[in-house]
């Protein structure tokens, strides 16, 4: 039995305990409004960029297929997994290598490769797995420019056909209590198949819908790629901000 002693010594610990994963709680709602605020406004403007590439697409010769559009034979894949660098938010880290251990058991027949962004990704598969590239440092100073960068390799690799197939794997921000385990397909990307008569418009297009579409594309996969990575970002407060709370119980 233990004596008044030790006794005293758990409840010090205990509240200890306490404070800090308080402490925590408070950080990550802090945290939380401004990742919130940065996916929510990002969010309506790659959803108009997509609507705009579609647009012109239909209106534009369909024997012209944009280099990433190329659908191909199927031998080389990258699973893009996006995690956090930190750990203490519930299942946040450890439902997307679940998904990515799924993706690798479906597409066991090809060549896999994994682009981790998030140290806990990378802690996941870098022991049994090929790891294309690390850029969990891309958190150290989270913005577009960073993002871009990371992609526009991504694509690159695409484009001089080291890659057939490229997924996304991340968390999508639903609100601060839940997260959606989310996989899409980031390259070749989906157009809109036009079995109908190239569209006529009442506007012009300067300097011409191939060059608007070379250029349109390129940046919209560039935002997919940071939209996910926001979307993870809001995510991971929001489950270690409930993670906390329930620690707190």
Known sequence: MA?????????????????????????????????????????????????????VNSSSDPDQVSVYAEKRSVKRILFIAVTSNRGLAGAFNSSIVKELNIQFQNH?????????????????????????????????NLNFDVVANVTEGVMTSFREGKFDEVYLIYNKFVNAATQEVTTERLLPISM????????????????NRAEILDNLIPK?????????ILDSVASEHGARMTAMHKADR
Do not use: H
């Not at 308080?22 to 609507?51: C, F, G, H, N, T």
């Open 3 to 55: 004596n008044l002693k030790e006794i005293r010594g758990r409840i010090t610990s205990i509240t200890s305990t306490m404070q800090i994963t308080r402490a925590m709680k408070m950080v990550s709602a802090a945290k939380l409004k401004k990742a919130q605020d940065a996916i929510v406004m990002l969010r309506p403007y790659s959803e108009k960029l997509q609507e705009l590439i579609e647009n």
């Open 108 to 140: 066991s027949q090809y060549d896999v490769e994994v682009l981790s962004i998030g140290k806990k990704a990378y802690d996941a598969v870098r022991r049994n797995r090929k790891v294309f590239a690390n850029e969990s440092a891309v958190y150290d």
């Open 192 to 207: 809109p198949e036009t079995t109908e008569p190239q569209v006529e418009t009442d506007y012009i297009f300067e300097p």
């Open 220 to 228: 919209s996969i560039k935002t997919q790629v940071f939209k996910a």
